[in-house]
């Protein structure tokens, strides 16, 4: 059975989104369950101005982009992508014909690395 965890990249990579610039309004977030100490992705809709509530017993850690949901972000922003399984095992993703290539373990970490290079590369252009 997969667990929400294996649907989205890791905690870390999506805090590296989310102080990138990435949009927070995805349909999974990453929490922090103050009664268990477990940190967990669970589904819910983060708009920049969600609060859990407090008898939750959780706290909001950050946005829990799917794969599907960093494809869509990107193809909003133009370019065409090719998407493939690597040779050496695990994902990569070509967006805007060599431009940006990821790699990742998985198609969600892959995406992941595609978009932080392209926040990246905008906050340098945009300089």
Same mark, same amino acid.
């Given at each position: +059975? ?17 102080? *990138?610039?990435?949009?927070? !309004?995805?349909? +999974? ?7 268990? /100490?477990? $940190?967990?992705?669970?589904? !819910?809709v983060y708009d920049g101005s969600y609060e859990l509530d407090e008898d939750?017993?959780? @706290? &909001? &850690?950050?946005?829990?982009?799917? *794969? ?9 922003? /133009?370019? @065409?992508?090719? =998407? ?12 805007? $014909?060599?431009?940006? $290539?990821?790699?990742?373990?998985? &198609? ?5 690395? =595609?978009?932080?290079?392209? &926040?990246?590369?905008?906050?340098? =252009?945009?300089?």
């Open positions: +059975m997969t667990s929400l965890e294996q649907l989205v990249p890791s905690l870390a990579l999506c805090q590296q989104l989310q102080k *990138a610039g990435f949009p927070q !309004d995805t349909a +999974m977030v990453w929490t922090h369950s103050v009664y268990k /100490g477990d $940190i967990v992705v669970t589904r !819910d939750d017993g959780l @706290e &909001l &850690l950050c946005a829990a982009p799917t *794969a599907g949901e960093m494809e869509e972000w990107l193809f909003t922003k /133009g370019n @065409e992508m090719i =998407v493939g399984a690597s040779a050496g095992g695990g994902f990569n993703v070509n967006w805007g $014909i060599n431009l940006f $290539i990821g790699n990742g373990k998985n &198609l969600q970490s892959a995406y992941a690395d =595609v978009v932080l290079q392209y &926040l990246a590369w905008k906050k340098g =252009v945009a300089k």
